[in-house]
T-cell receptor, first 112, second 112 residues
Protein backbone atom coordinates (compact mmCIF):
# COMPACT_ATOMS: atom_id res chain seq x y z
CA UNK A 1 0.00 0.00 0.00
CA UNK A 2 1.00 3.64 -0.43
CA UNK A 3 2.92 5.48 2.26
CA UNK A 4 1.87 9.05 3.02
CA UNK A 5 4.00 11.69 4.66
CA UNK A 6 1.83 14.44 6.14
CA UNK A 7 3.12 17.60 7.76
CA UNK A 8 3.04 19.42 10.00
CA UNK A 9 1.98 16.86 12.58
CA UNK A 10 0.61 19.57 14.82
CA UNK A 11 0.44 23.33 15.07
CA UNK A 12 -0.99 26.05 17.26
CA UNK A 13 -2.14 29.05 15.26
CA UNK A 14 -3.57 32.46 15.92
CA UNK A 15 -7.11 33.18 14.77
CA UNK A 16 -7.29 34.98 11.45
CA UNK A 17 -4.16 33.31 10.08
CA UNK A 18 -3.85 30.45 7.58
CA UNK A 19 -2.11 27.09 7.72
CA UNK A 20 -1.10 24.91 4.79
CA UNK A 21 -0.93 21.16 5.29
CA UNK A 22 1.09 19.01 2.92
CA UNK A 23 0.75 15.37 1.92
CA UNK A 24 3.41 13.53 -0.05
CA UNK A 25 2.72 10.03 -1.36
CA UNK A 26 5.42 7.54 -2.28
CA UNK A 27 3.61 6.48 -5.46
CA UNK A 28 1.36 8.04 -8.06
CA UNK A 29 -2.29 8.02 -7.11
CA UNK A 30 -5.31 9.33 -8.94
CA UNK A 31 -7.58 10.20 -6.05
CA UNK A 32 -6.61 12.04 -2.89
CA UNK A 33 -9.02 13.02 -0.16
CA UNK A 34 -8.97 15.49 2.69
CA UNK A 35 -10.88 14.80 5.92
CA UNK A 36 -11.56 16.71 9.09
CA UNK A 37 -11.94 15.02 12.48
CA UNK A 38 -13.32 17.36 15.09
CA UNK A 39 -12.58 16.53 18.74
CA UNK A 40 -14.24 13.29 19.75
CA UNK A 41 -15.98 12.96 16.39
CA UNK A 42 -15.76 10.81 13.31
CA UNK A 43 -14.18 11.81 10.04
CA UNK A 44 -15.91 14.15 7.64
CA UNK A 45 -14.85 14.43 4.04
CA UNK A 46 -13.84 17.95 3.07
CA UNK A 47 -13.01 17.45 -0.59
CA UNK A 48 -11.64 15.15 -3.25
CA UNK A 49 -8.51 16.38 -5.00
CA UNK A 50 -7.75 15.11 -8.48
CA UNK A 51 -4.68 16.09 -10.42
CA UNK A 52 -5.33 18.54 -13.22
CA UNK A 53 -8.77 19.63 -12.13
CA UNK A 54 -10.49 21.64 -9.43
CA UNK A 55 -11.13 19.88 -6.15
CA UNK A 56 -14.66 18.70 -5.49
CA UNK A 57 -15.98 19.98 -2.16
CA UNK A 58 -18.56 18.37 0.06
CA UNK A 59 -21.58 20.21 1.36
CA UNK A 60 -20.58 22.69 4.04
CA UNK A 61 -17.04 23.19 2.77
CA UNK A 62 -16.00 25.93 0.34
CA UNK A 63 -12.90 26.63 -1.67
CA UNK A 64 -12.32 30.06 -0.16
CA UNK A 65 -12.01 28.52 3.30
CA UNK A 66 -10.21 25.30 2.32
CA UNK A 67 -8.26 25.85 -0.90
CA UNK A 68 -6.62 22.69 -2.21
CA UNK A 69 -3.80 22.22 -4.65
CA UNK A 70 -2.91 19.02 -6.51
CA UNK A 71 0.04 19.86 -8.76
CA UNK A 72 0.95 16.24 -9.53
CA UNK A 73 0.00 12.65 -8.79
CA UNK A 74 2.09 12.39 -5.60
CA UNK A 75 1.42 15.64 -3.75
CA UNK A 76 -1.43 17.77 -2.42
CA UNK A 77 -1.92 20.64 -0.01
CA UNK A 78 -4.89 21.80 2.02
CA UNK A 79 -4.97 25.34 3.38
CA UNK A 80 -7.19 26.28 6.31
CA UNK A 81 -7.80 29.99 5.79
CA UNK A 82 -8.79 32.79 8.16
CA UNK A 83 -8.84 30.35 11.04
CA UNK A 84 -11.15 30.49 14.04
CA UNK A 85 -11.21 28.28 17.15
CA UNK A 86 -13.95 26.21 15.49
CA UNK A 87 -11.35 25.03 12.98
CA UNK A 88 -9.45 23.23 15.74
CA UNK A 89 -9.45 19.64 14.50
CA UNK A 90 -7.32 16.88 13.12
CA UNK A 91 -6.96 17.09 9.36
CA UNK A 92 -6.07 13.94 7.44
CA UNK A 93 -5.27 13.20 3.84
CA UNK A 94 -6.02 9.88 2.27
CA UNK A 95 -5.40 8.08 -0.99
CA UNK A 96 -7.28 5.29 -2.68
CA UNK A 97 -5.79 2.37 -4.54
CA UNK A 98 -6.23 -1.30 -5.23
CA UNK A 99 -5.23 -2.01 -1.64
CA UNK A 100 -7.98 0.22 -0.26
CA UNK A 101 -7.47 3.54 1.47
CA UNK A 102 -4.38 4.78 3.25
CA UNK A 103 -4.33 7.74 5.60
CA UNK A 104 -1.67 10.19 6.59
CA UNK A 105 -0.81 10.47 10.25
CA UNK A 106 -2.86 13.65 10.55
CA UNK A 107 -2.29 17.29 11.44
CA UNK A 108 -3.56 18.30 14.86
CA UNK A 109 -4.52 21.96 14.59
CA UNK A 110 -5.33 24.18 17.55
CA UNK A 111 -6.53 27.70 16.90
CA UNK A 112 -6.22 30.18 19.75
CA UNK B 1 -27.26 8.22 0.85
CA UNK B 2 -24.83 5.78 2.34
CA UNK B 3 -24.52 5.57 6.10
CA UNK B 4 -22.77 3.55 8.79
CA UNK B 5 -24.04 2.98 12.30
CA UNK B 6 -21.82 1.53 14.98
CA UNK B 7 -22.32 0.97 18.65
CA UNK B 8 -21.56 3.79 20.98
CA UNK B 9 -18.71 3.57 23.38
CA UNK B 10 -16.70 3.55 25.34
CA UNK B 11 -16.48 -0.20 25.54
CA UNK B 12 -14.58 -1.16 28.68
CA UNK B 13 -13.14 -4.66 28.96
CA UNK B 14 -10.63 -6.55 31.02
CA UNK B 15 -7.63 -8.10 29.32
CA UNK B 16 -8.43 -11.45 27.63
CA UNK B 17 -12.14 -10.69 27.40
CA UNK B 18 -14.08 -11.18 24.16
CA UNK B 19 -14.86 -8.16 22.03
CA UNK B 20 -17.73 -7.43 19.66
CA UNK B 21 -18.29 -3.99 18.17
CA UNK B 22 -21.46 -3.85 16.12
CA UNK B 23 -21.59 -2.13 12.76
CA UNK B 24 -24.50 -1.92 10.33
CA UNK B 25 -24.71 -0.05 7.08
CA UNK B 26 -27.07 1.37 4.52
CA UNK B 27 -25.86 1.55 0.94
CA UNK B 28 -26.94 1.00 -2.61
CA UNK B 29 -25.25 -1.67 -4.62
CA UNK B 30 -22.38 -3.67 -3.22
CA UNK B 31 -20.10 -1.57 -1.05
CA UNK B 32 -16.72 -2.54 0.30
CA UNK B 33 -16.50 -2.56 4.09
CA UNK B 34 -13.62 -1.59 6.32
CA UNK B 35 -12.54 -1.37 9.93
CA UNK B 36 -9.98 1.27 10.79
CA UNK B 37 -8.21 1.75 14.11
CA UNK B 38 -6.93 5.00 15.57
CA UNK B 39 -4.50 4.73 18.46
CA UNK B 40 -4.19 7.73 20.79
CA UNK B 41 -2.53 10.67 19.06
CA UNK B 42 -2.15 8.86 15.75
CA UNK B 43 -3.81 8.70 12.34
CA UNK B 44 -6.02 5.93 10.98
CA UNK B 45 -4.73 2.50 10.17
CA UNK B 46 -6.59 -0.06 8.12
CA UNK B 47 -7.36 -3.03 10.34
CA UNK B 48 -9.26 -5.24 7.92
CA UNK B 49 -11.59 -5.14 4.96
CA UNK B 50 -14.07 -7.19 2.96
CA UNK B 51 -15.15 -6.46 -0.56
CA UNK B 52 -18.07 -8.84 -1.14
CA UNK B 53 -20.78 -10.70 0.72
CA UNK B 54 -19.64 -13.51 3.03
CA UNK B 55 -16.01 -12.37 2.86
CA UNK B 56 -14.22 -12.46 6.19
CA UNK B 57 -11.55 -9.89 6.86
CA UNK B 58 -8.99 -10.68 9.54
CA UNK B 59 -5.87 -9.12 11.03
CA UNK B 60 -4.07 -9.16 14.39
CA UNK B 61 -6.68 -11.51 15.85
CA UNK B 62 -9.59 -9.29 14.78
CA UNK B 63 -12.25 -10.61 12.41
CA UNK B 64 -15.33 -9.25 10.65
CA UNK B 65 -17.67 -10.96 8.20
CA UNK B 66 -19.55 -9.10 5.46
CA UNK B 67 -23.21 -10.07 6.03
CA UNK B 68 -25.36 -8.74 3.24
CA UNK B 69 -28.59 -10.24 4.57
CA UNK B 70 -28.25 -8.30 7.80
CA UNK B 71 -26.21 -5.40 6.31
CA UNK B 72 -23.66 -5.87 9.08
CA UNK B 73 -19.91 -6.03 9.54
CA UNK B 74 -19.35 -6.63 13.24
CA UNK B 75 -15.79 -6.55 14.58
CA UNK B 76 -14.78 -9.42 16.87
CA UNK B 77 -11.74 -10.52 18.81
CA UNK B 78 -11.56 -13.50 21.08
CA UNK B 79 -9.07 -12.11 23.61
CA UNK B 80 -8.27 -8.42 23.81
CA UNK B 81 -5.04 -6.92 25.07
CA UNK B 82 -4.29 -3.60 26.74
CA UNK B 83 -2.54 -2.57 23.52
CA UNK B 84 -5.88 -2.86 21.67
CA UNK B 85 -7.14 0.24 23.44
CA UNK B 86 -8.02 2.64 20.64
CA UNK B 87 -10.93 4.06 18.66
CA UNK B 88 -12.36 1.75 16.03
CA UNK B 89 -14.15 3.08 12.95
CA UNK B 90 -16.39 1.11 10.64
CA UNK B 91 -16.53 2.48 7.09
CA UNK B 92 -17.84 1.70 3.64
CA UNK B 93 -17.06 2.74 0.10
CA UNK B 94 -19.15 2.44 -2.99
CA UNK B 95 -18.20 0.71 -6.17
CA UNK B 96 -14.78 1.53 -7.56
CA UNK B 97 -13.28 2.99 -4.40
CA UNK B 98 -15.33 6.12 -4.18
CA UNK B 99 -15.17 8.17 -1.00
CA UNK B 100 -15.36 6.53 2.41
CA UNK B 101 -18.36 6.93 4.71
CA UNK B 102 -17.44 6.48 8.37
CA UNK B 103 -19.33 5.51 11.45
CA UNK B 104 -18.93 7.67 14.53
CA UNK B 105 -16.25 5.47 16.04
CA UNK B 106 -16.20 3.28 19.14
CA UNK B 107 -13.62 3.77 21.84
CA UNK B 108 -12.27 0.56 23.36
CA UNK B 109 -10.57 0.65 26.74
CA UNK B 110 -8.86 -2.52 27.93
CA UNK B 111 -7.63 -2.72 31.50
CA UNK B 112 -5.03 -5.16 32.85
Amino acid sequence: SAVISQKPSRDICQRGTSLTIQCQVDSQVTMMFWYRQQPGQSLTLIATANQGSEATYESGFVIDKFPISRPNLTFSTLTVSNMSPEDSSIYLCSVAGNYGYTFGSGTRLTVV
Amino acid sequence: GDSVTQMEGPVTLSEEACLTINCTYTATGYPSLFWYVQYPGEGLQLLLKATKADDKGSNKGFEATYRKETTSFHLEKGSVQVSDSAVYFCALSGTGYSTLTFGKGTMLLVSP
